[in-house]
């Protein structure tokens, strides 16, 4: 009986203690003019951020408004990731559509612009071709040989859907390059780094090696 008086005296100790400190941690903590609070107490945080915080659904007026298509995330709380479509429009050069070489409708860019348009192109790398043309290049290996005709497939359903053809190369049964400039130009246009970017969205998965499970010890 003496033990069970003496936990219970103990847990009540506890408590007394943690409250103690929740309330201590709580307590406003001035700085200048900044005042700070720290830990976690729901009166101070309600008094802080106000009741209606976090998630809700929109009022009647703000669906009226169609902002879901022009703002970055969801208008409803289902949680289905879907990125705005007026982004497309303002970012990335899978959304762009190559236009004719000739005639000077793309210019050849320089080192800044160049360096600017590869960072959107993830695996891409600014390389020399063969007549030593500035070119981006990017290579692939695949599980063999069918495969990499296989990707070399898929590589050139997009460059003719673009009207812009990069050099592929097949080395070694089953290794893909592939290289990406303008002719018309004798360097890099914003072209190739468009093919570039709508390459890199292609599924290649199913031809590549499997990789072997690793064990660490």
């Not at 190559?98 to 960072?119: A, F, Q, S």
Request: net charge neutral.
């Amino acid at each position: 009986m003496q033990r069970s008086l003496g936990a219970l005296s103990s847990s009540s100790r506890a408590a007394n203690v943690l409250r103690a400190a929740t309330a201590s941690a709580a307590r406003p903590v001035s700085r200048g003019s900044l005042r700070c609070y720290a830990g976690f107490d729901a009166k101070s945080e309600r008094a802080f951020v106000g009741e209606d915080f976090g998630a809700r659904d929109p009022t009647a007026g703000e669906l009226a408004s169609n902002f879901s298509e022009k703002v970055l995330g969801n208008y409803d709380t289902e949680h289905i990731i879907r990125p705005p479509e007026a982004m497309g429009e303002i970012t990335g050069l899978k959304n762009k559509k190559c236009l004719p070489c000739e005639g000077g409708n793309v210019p050849k860019l320089d080192e800044t612009e160049i360096n600017r348009l590869r960072l959107q192109c993830p695996g891409w790398r600014v390389s020399t071709t063969a007549d030593g043309i500035q070119c981006i290049a990017c290579d692939w290996k695949t599980r063999n040989f069918n495969t990499a005709l296989e990707l070399m497939k898929r590589i050139g359903e997009v460059a003719e859907a673009e009207g812009h053809h990069p050099d592929l190369h097949l080395t070694g049964f089953n290794n893909v390059r592939a290289e990406v400039s303008t002719h018309a130009v004798g360097g890099l246009t914003e072209n190739d780094f468009i093919v570039a970017a709508k390459i890199n969205e292609l599924e290649f998965s199913d031809l590549m090696p499997k990789r072997k499970p690793k064990f660490w010890a």
